[in-house]
T-cell receptor, first 109, second 116 residues
Framework: GESVGLHLPTLSVQEGDNSIINCAYSNSASDYFIWYKQESGKGPQFIIDIRSNMDKRQGQRVTVLLNKTVKHLSLQIAATQPGDSAVYFC????????FGTGTSLTVIP | EAQVTQNPRYLITVTGKKLTVTCSQN?????MSWYRQDPGLGLRQIYYSMNVEVTDKGDVPEGYKVSRKEKRNFPLILESPSPNQTSLYFC???????????????FGAGSRLTVL
């Protein structure tokens, strides 16, 4: 099966700093990638997506970077806020979605 | 409000007692899927469906059944639950067509199942 891994299971950042969460994927044929945020007791919520014909996409305070050469995906959160504390998953899609195990982000006030 | 609705949200049952977790979406999405989430393993796909009457196995289909008789509903059936099916289950849906392919998955709030 697929292997989608996140580099660090936990990450702590100071409020106001930028956060970078990384993800490695294994299937070079994957053509669609999504980042999700999951708060305790809730289902995953969409943050941002990117297709394989792009290498960068920006949203509100978030940026996703895709490096297809090394099969690496990253999520950058600018000016991290306490409300950003959650578990973040990456997902890759070819015929079905495959999810990483998640990075737990803690924002220190 | 556009959403995916799962029921029940919490269930405690005993080994061997058949149960069904319902999933309904009101967004006219073609693609629906079920996942289980276990500590340290992330989300693993159980079954998915590209459209009505079309279902396929995901990575962990053993012990589960699904059906897609209507576009909006995608129930997950555990014919004879066992303790190793204790988990947090998510249903999700997304638009899908052959030209644009996959799109954003919208998830339900989750169903926490305990099998004793």
């Amino acid at each position: 099966g697929e292997s989608v891994g996140l580099h660090l299971p936990t990450l702590s950042v100071q409020e106001g700093d930028n956060s970078i969460i990384n993800c490695a994927y294994s299937n070079s044929a994957s053509d669609y990638f999504i980042w999700y945020k999951q708060e305790s007791g809730k289902g995953p919520q969409f943050i941002i997506d990117i297709r394989s014909n792009m290498d960068k996409r920006q949203g509100q305070r978030v940026t996703v970077l895709l490096n297809k050469t090394v099969k690496h995906l990253s999520l950058q959160i600018a000016a991290t806020q306490p409300g950003d504390s959650a578990v973040y998953f990456c997902a890759e899609m070819e015929n079905q979605f495959y999810f990483g195990t998640g990075t737990s982000l803690t924002v220190i006030p | 409000e556009a959403q995916v609705t799962q029921n029940p949200r919490y269930l405690i049952t005993v080994t061997g007692k058949k149960l069904t977790v319902t999933c309904s979406q009101n967004m006219n999405h073609e693609y629906m899927s079920w996942y289980r989430q276990d500590p340290g393993l992330g989300l693993r796909q159980i079954y998915y469906s590209m459209n009505v009457e079309v279902t396929d196995k995901g990575d962990v289909p053993e012990g589960y059944k699904v059906s897609r008789k209507e576009k909006r509903n995608f129930p997950l059936i555990l014919e004879s639950p066992s303790p190793n099916q204790t988990s947090l289950y998510f249903c999700a849906s997304s638009p899908w067509d052959r030209y644009s392919g996959a799109n954003v998955l919208t998830f339900g709030a989750g169903s926490r199942l305990t099998v004793l």
